[in-house]
């Protein structure tokens, strides 16, 4: 059987490319009436009037100033929101700049040989506990500071050079050390959604009777190739760790169609709820 | 059994990280920031560097801040000799401050930045020459600045028009230290709020 098109990742680089081009927006469009119907980074934004925050990096900044603003919380609880029915780490396939530039990494990869050192994908949770108990003691939003995505966003909208030696750490620590390592196991947005991906209404199903266990799916899969494990073994119906991205690429791949990107079913076996409390 | 490793190594990567950042918020520096922006201190904590400020400023004032800012990195800051803040009517950039890092800010006298500061060495008016520029342009003339007549000094010929601050109504803002015709050193520079303490 053939692999049919790439329809998840056409529609997730499309997705990738516009909002990459709504964040630019404001430095090409130009302002009607002194305003733009968008602005801000991925920290915080605004889009026709409603406002929009990044909920960790609300969380950090509460934590840091240990204050309360309710018009802030609320702008990072509509992202929460999304992201909750969605699930999680959606926010890193399809929105992250970061992400996308580590793909463009990972392609390198491909054509050269280079070492990849695993490491516990649930250490990007504990960075994530990291980061909030560091901004609640230092009293400075940590990791908005050296945040990649942080950089990524402020050298493409306000002048290149600021901060980028982190990100050029990642980018070589990916390249040289392990693949996608940084999303994988270190990143604490990463970590965040993780957490909140497992409610997610979408999930990756599974056919049992498709499913030849070729692995395919594991080869190309960007969170970490075993959370596919349990749905492979016929343990889950769907990929429940909220590692999860939605990425689409194992159901891409799959060239017996056993995969499918799509609601998450009721039929989840019996077992699974073991896995589910061990891998968040 | 993985996951006790991982903590474990969050632990040190954590003292670690915050004996690091201590080190980098010694080196934080204050500097001008845009209205009503609050206290360093608290501002460095309320602040989401998300740049909502220095994409609404009309006279693209807001700069963000590098590296060399230590804690500060990516935070707002202005240069005031290159483009002060020029103290709009309806303050765009504290309104999109979601965090309220920038807050409080109604009419311009609520403004608090730092204080005008003049070099009476390099100021010329105070040599005896006509200058008034910084006095001329200060939105908030005959408050913020005034001219005081005298004679000049062991001249009973030539009078000398020399600006003076008002620190209760100096805002500022900077445009002084911007028009300012002396440069190297400029003859009147604002001092950020947070830096007149230790003066
Ligand atoms: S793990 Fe972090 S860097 Fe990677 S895609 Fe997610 S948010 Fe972006
Ligand atoms: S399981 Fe599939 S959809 Fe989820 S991250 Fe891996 S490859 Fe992407
Ligand atoms: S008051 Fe106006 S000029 Fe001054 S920083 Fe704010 S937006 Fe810019
Ligand atoms: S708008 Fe507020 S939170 Fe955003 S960068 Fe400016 S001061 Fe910081
Ligand atoms: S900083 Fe200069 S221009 Fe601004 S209020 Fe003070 S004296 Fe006037």
């Known amino acids: ?280 | 059994m993985a996951g006790w490793q991982a903590l474990l190594k969050t632990l040190v990567g954590g003292v670690a990280a915050y004996e690091l950042l201590r080190l980098m918020q010694k080196g934080s520096k204050p500097t001008l920031r845009p209205p009503g922006a609050r206290d360093e201190d608290e501002f460095l904590a309320l602040c989401s560097r998300c740049g909502k400020c220095n994409q609404a400023c009309p006279y693209d004032s807001i700069q963000m801040a590098s590296v060399d800012f230590g804690l500060g990195l990516g935070t707002p800051y202005i240069t005031a000799r290159d483009n002060p803040c020029w103290l709009c009517e309806d303050f765009p950039c504290v309104n999109a401050c979601p965090t309220e890092a920038l807050s409080g800010i109604k009419v311009r006298s609520d403004v608090k930045m730092g204080v005008a500061v003049i070099n009476k060495d390099a100021c010329i008016a105070y040599k005896g020459l006509r200058c008034e520029v910084c006095y001329r342009e200060c939105p908030l003339i005959d408050e913020a600045i005034t001219l005081q007549y005298s004679l000049r000094p062991g001249d009973n010929i030539h009078a000398l028009f020399a600006p003076v601050i008002n620190p209760e109504k100096c805002v500022g803002c900077g445009i002084c230290e911007h028009k300012c015709v002396v440069s190297d050193p400029v003859a009147i520079k604002v001092t950020p709020r947070g830096a007149g303490e230790l003066l």
């Open chain 1, 1 to 280: 059987m053939r692999a049919s098109v790439k329809k998840w990742m056409i529609l997730r680089r499309t997705v990738q490319i516009l909002i990459l081009l709504l964040f630019l927006s404001p430095l090409f469009l130009v302002k009607v009436e002194g305003d733009n119907f968008f602005y801000g980074s991925l920290a915080s934004s605004q889009i026709f009037g409603i406002q929009l925050s990044d909920p960790l990096g609300a969380l950090q900044v509460t934590l840091a100033a240990k204050e309360l603003h309710w018009g802030y919380l609320g702008s990072a609880l509509l992202i929460l929101t999304a992201y909750l029915l969605l699930s999680g780490r959606v926010f890193c396939s399809w929105v992250c700049p970061v992400n996308t530039l580590l793909e463009t990494t990972d392609l390198l990869r491909k054509k050269l040989k280079l070492p990849d050192k695993r490491f516990a994908r649930n250490t990007k949770v504990y960075v994530m506990l990291a980061v909030l108990g560091l901004s609640f003691a230092i009293g400075v939003p940590v990791f908005e500071i050296i945040s990649p995505i942080g950089s990524v966003m402020r050298n493409l909208l306000f002048l290149w050079g600021i901060g980028l030696f982190f990100l050029t750490a990642i980018v070589l620590f990916d390249l040289l050390v392990s693949k996608r390592g940084w999303c994988r196991y270190f990143c604490p947005v990463g970590g965040f959604y993780q957490l909140i991906g497992r409610f997610g209404l979408f999930r990756v199903r599974i056919d049992h009777d498709k499913c030849v266990h070729c692995q395919q799916c594991k080869k190309v899969c960007f969170a970490e190739p075993s959370i596919l494990e349990p749905a492979i073994t016929g343990k889950e119906s769907f990929v429940s760790a909220g590692d999860c991205s939605l990425c689409g690429a194992c159901v891409d791949v799959c060239s017996h169609q056993a995969l499918t990107l799509g609601l998450r079913p009721y039929n989840q076996p019996a077992q699974a709820g073991k896995s589910m409390t061990t891998n968040p």
